[in-house]
């Protein structure tokens, strides 16, 4: 009976295993019968829809690689011709992309995001609810122009340096209490011990980094006090022996103590208080949350956002409505609102509701642990040293593109585009591949100077300091940064839009959809916004976007909505995935560190995921009203219906 239990078992681990390639292989097969019994457009469009989107939403295969699919299945099916299908996956916004990416990469190459970020920490100050603050505004603005995964991936190291230079003088702290509180000696010898451990703590923390610091305070601290914890999360017992035990995240050690009930290793033992790791609860997921709410505010924030726009204007030819301008004046306000709401929201459920000690700016109230943690900032951001020509000029040019697609057709004045006769031919791409492609002209030397004086310019590429014209970036710089991924799962979702249209199949789903037509708008961009951010925690962003948006675009034109109605607050809350480490990357990243567990991030994510719906659809009902005319349907849309319904 045992036997044939465990021959059981391992049957079912062997299809564990091989789950990716059965889905791969049945499900395709299983799906055959759809085209092959109804051997129309739509059904082998439907057909290719389904199983494309399978692949999506399980990540059987890698996400590009699935993208692949419409390129092969249309053509077979007699859906789309072959070459109708491959300029599908290069579009207006793939150039726009590779732009952008060639400015990130010279911000990243000469660490000019370091320096804004530690910049805007070291003016929000030290006390742990204005340094939440400080990170989440300097992650947001990072992530309006950068991807949510890098901001997140170079915040969060500096982030963790604060956090662990709190810990470190948490355990200073509590090491000098227990003295305290141990020695019968008279007041006077308190105090003086008091002064003389607190300066020795100073000198040892201000003279060492991060790392050597947590090894200093365990050699002090083990000597004096048994089960003491360091900054590694490692417990010291009195015979200085270490028995190792990881947890995933963090070395953790077990506490023997001869003589002594035997201590259960906990999770937060790394921590000196419970305050301190609700702290680094707090900032940690104040991260995450404001780079996708930085990723909110631009067009190029996010991959679903360029989703959107690519795949809206190629529906809507005519509708001249969605630019760098107009998605920015329409989402900032909500970011806005969402980065202050969130951080009430983070500092009610980890810091409590003390906003007077917590949120500080009088250096009286400051405490030493603040003071350290305000000198290692500052520690950090001498080390960049001063501002560097290259990064002067990849600021000028961040500003100067900024300025060149606000100003493109800001729609209230003509823009610059109207010194041009023939109109339509420059977008938001132009201006980001113009300018990406100048950097890699001008040299990042400064012209005319001496080799000694402009040395430090390139303190971070040592192979190119002996060429006087080494460019801004190089080509390596940017195939480092350029996510191909993302460009060709963006060109599937065009492909599939393209054989929705061709086929007929939107068409069809729109009509299956009628009899929603009793509902209001706004109960109807409700629906739509629930329903993408409850699929979104457990699939793909860009994929559960490219899903849905012709669904949505056919149920706006059948009911006779403006679709951007729906279309702009789904793709916003599509990026709500954000209450389990698997919603998006950025999540990941964040939860690798080890200070908050899922637990944690549902309880935080879920209440951000209803603000930020809530705040979306505030948006869309009242200021998006005027914005973009959504109180009547669009003569634009009642030309594609039309059209679609020939």
Known sequence: MRLEAAARMDVFRKLWRARKLIV?????????????????????????????????????????????VPAFLYPLFGVLKSSEVAAEYCKDTTLLLMGVICLAASIEKWNLHKRIALRMVMIAGAKPGMLVLGFMCCTVFLSMWLS???????????????????????????????????????????????????????????????????KQELSTLSEVQTGEVNGLGLKVTSNQEFTRDTNGY???????????????ARRDSQYPTKRDHMICKCLSLSITYAATIGGLITITGTSTNLIFAEQFN??????????????????????????????????????????????????????????????????EYTKLGPI??????????????????????????PGWTSLFEKKGYRTDATVSVLLGFLLFLIPARRPFSSSASSSSSFRNTDNESHDPLAPMI?????????????????????????????????VWIGRQLEPMSGLPP??????????????????????????????????????????????????????????????????????????????????????????????????????????????EFPAWAVARNVTGSL
């Open 24 to 68: 791969v292989v049945f499900i395709p097969l299983c799906l055959l019968p759809l085209p092959l019994i109804h051997p129309t457009s739509e059904a082998c469009c439907a057909y290719v829809l389904i199983v494309t989107a399978i692949y999506w939403v399980s990540e059987a295969v890698p996400l590009g690689a699935a993208a692949l």
């Open 148 to 214: 949510n995964t890098s901001t997140t991936a170079m915040v969060m190291p500096i982030a963790e340096a604060v956090l662990q230079q709190l810990i470190c003088t948490g355990l200073a702290d509590g090491h000098l209490d227990s003295e305290t509180a141990e020695a019968p000696e008279d007041d006077s010898a308190v105090s003086d011990k008091e002064e003389n451990l607190d300066k020795n703590q100073l000198e040892l923390l201000y003279r060492n980094d991060s790392s050597d610091c947590c």
């Open 250 to 264: 963090l070395p953790q050690v077990a506490v023997e103590i001869p003589n002594v009930k035997r201590v259960k």
């Open 314 to 379: 190629t529906r809507y030819p005519d509708a001249k409505v969605i630019n760098f301008g107009t998605w920015f004046i329409f989402s900032f306000p909500i970011a806005i609102i969402m980065l202050v709401l969130t951080w009430l929201w983070l500092h009610f459920l980890f810091l409590g509701c003390n906003f007077r000690e917590t949120c500080s700016l009088s250096k009286k109230r400051k405490t030493r642990r603040e003071m350290l943690s305000e000198r290692r900032i500052q520690e």
């Open 388 to 413: 560097s020509y290259p990064e002067v000029v990849t600021g000028v040019f961040f500003i100067l593109m900024t300025l060149l697609w606000f100003t493109r057709e800001p729609g209230f004045v």
């Open 474 to 506: 190089t080509w390596k710089d940017f195939q480092r940064l350029m996510p191909w991924e993302i460009v060709i799962l963006v060109g599937g979702g065009y492909a599939l839009a393209a054989g929705c249209k061709v086929s007929g199949l939107s």
């Open 522 to 631: 706004w109960a109807v961009t409700l629906l739509a916004c629930l329903l993408v951010s409850a699929v979104t925690e457990f699939a793909s962003n860009p994929a559960t976007l490219t899903v849905f948006l012709p669904i949505l675009s056919a149920l706006s034109e059948t009911l006779q909505i403006n679709p951007l109605h729906t279309l702009i607050p789904s793709t916003m809350c599509v990026s709500f995935g954000v209450m389990l480490p698997v919603g998006n990357p950025p999540n990941a990243i964040v939860f690798s560190y080890g200070h908050v567990k899922i637990s944690d991030m549902v309880k935080a994510g879920f209440g951000v995921n209803l603000i930020g719906v809530a705040v979306v659809m505030l948006a869309i009902t009242t200021w998006g009203v005027p914005l973009f005319n959504l109180s």
